[in-house]
């Protein structure tokens, strides 16, 4: 069976402030992707990053990086300089392989972050 | 191109009451799939289907039906609503071998948001 956690329920930071979200997943898989979701206020689920069993690259993109390390079973997502329109929940998600084809998607249960001014 | 469309955003029933929530998508994506969000609990997986004709469960299937008569509609069924299945149900697809090719695995819909009283 596959699982996320993210063990960070809420977070409030400053602006400017820089903030990691941590995401910890479990699978026998040895194949599998992880993502990144936003889900600002307004409700729609916001598509990030994603990022490859068999690529422990790390990625930048703006403010945003991720740290994906295979060794502790971690994909950690670091915003700098936070900003209040960073606001929203955050979810990350393990994606394997169902029998018959198909994508199975586990989220965690997410972690609410609060920016303010 | 209009994507996944929820129907209806908002809902509320009455204790027994059956309804069906309506999803379609003009991608030609053979996968699609009904989450459930509920505070706490991140998105957990009710049903999937890969194809026309081809249903199966998810994480929590219980007091829900699905049938997948054609690609583009997959609507999810409460045929005697319950207070524990208020919710905001999020719709997805995805092209069936997308976790190979595409960055974003699935694509979701807006969310139907229900209340059970």
């Known amino acids: 069976a596959q699982k996320v956690t993210q063990a960070q329920t809420e977070i409030s930071v400053v602006e400017k402030e820089d903030v990691t979200l941590d995401c910890v997943y479990e699978?026998?898989?040895?194949?599998?992707?992880l993502f990144w979701y936003k889900q600002p206020p307004s409700g729609e689920l916001v598509f990030l990053i994603r990022?490859?069993?068999?690529?422990?690259q790390n990625e930048i993109s703006g403010r945003y990086s991720w740290n994906f390390q295979k060794s502790t079973s971690s994909f950690n997502f670091t915003i700098t300089a936070s900003q209040v329109v960073d606001s929203a929940v955050y979810f990350c998600?393990?994606?394997?392989?169902?029998?018959?084809?198909?994508?199975?998607?586990?989220f965690g249960t997410g972690t609410q972050l609060k920016v303010e001014l | 191109n209009a994507g996944v469309t929820q129907t209806p955003k908002f809902q509320v029933l009455k204790t027994g009451q059956s309804m069906t929530l309506q999803c379609a998508q003009d991608?030609?994506?053979?996968?699609m799939s009904w989450y459930r969000q509920d505070p706490g609990m991140g998105l957990r997986l009710i049903h999937y289907?890969?194809?026309?004709?081809?249903?199966d469960q998810g994480e929590v299937p219980n007091g829900y039906n699905v049938s997948r008569s054609t690609t583009e509609d997959f609507p999810l069924r409460l045929l005697s609503a319950a207070p524990s299945q208020t919710s905001v149900y999020f719709c997805?697809?995805?092209?069936?071998?997308?976790?190979?090719?595409?960055?974003?695995?699935?694509?979701f819909g807006n969310g139907t948001r229900l209340t059970v009283t």
């Open positions: 991608m030609n994506h053979e996968y």
């Open positions: 998600a393990l994606l394997v392989t169902v029998t018959g084809g198909g994508n199975k998607l586990t």
């Open positions: 990022r490859n069993s068999f690529d422990e």
């Open positions: 699978t026998r898989d040895t194949t599998y992707y």
């Open positions: 997805a697809s995805s092209p069936r071998t997308a976790f190979r090719t595409y960055n974003s695995p699935l694509h």
């Open positions: 289907s890969v194809g026309a004709g081809i249903t």
